[in-house]
């Protein structure tokens, strides 16, 4: 499994009932397909899904969408994931939101590292990695 957090955050939080209805996602990839079946899978588990092809204004995008957890492609354009996560690092209202770094890049490990990112999957993944990352991020989230 590529699912991995820099912090060794489990995988496999405890079920909660209902934690996604009131969860929102919002997803930054290039990639229709992804972001396509991201967006159907999410839906279905009940989170509220927000997208976008590219990471232009992604601070108030955001802000405006009510983000929980973000999903965040490396090489979304113009700038990359790792000039977005910073980006959102740099704001009062989005520093601490957890960001899921995805890349289909071998190195995504420490491509997240530079982005400043605590959790990461590699691409191709699986839906259940997908699920799991996002449940434990937003599980350690709420921990807090």
Partial sequence: MNVNTQLQTPINPPILTNTAGSQTVF??????????????VLRNKGYTVHSSSNCNDIVDKVKEA??????????IPPQ????????LAR??????????????NTQVEQLSIEAG???FIQKPFDISELEAIIASALYSQRAR
Avoid: H, Q
Avoid at 66 to 75: F, R, V
């Fill in 27 to 40: 997803i930054f990839d290039d990639d229709p397909d992804i972001l396509y079946i991201c967006e159907v």
């Fill in 66 to 75: 009510g983000a929980d957890i973000i999903l965040l492609d490396n090489k």
């Fill in 80 to 87: 990359g994931g790792i000039m977005a996560a910073r980006e």
């Fill in 91 to 104: 704001d009062i209202d989005t520093k601490k939101l957890p960001i899921v770094y995805f890349s289909a």
């Fill in 117 to 119: 990112t605590k959790y």
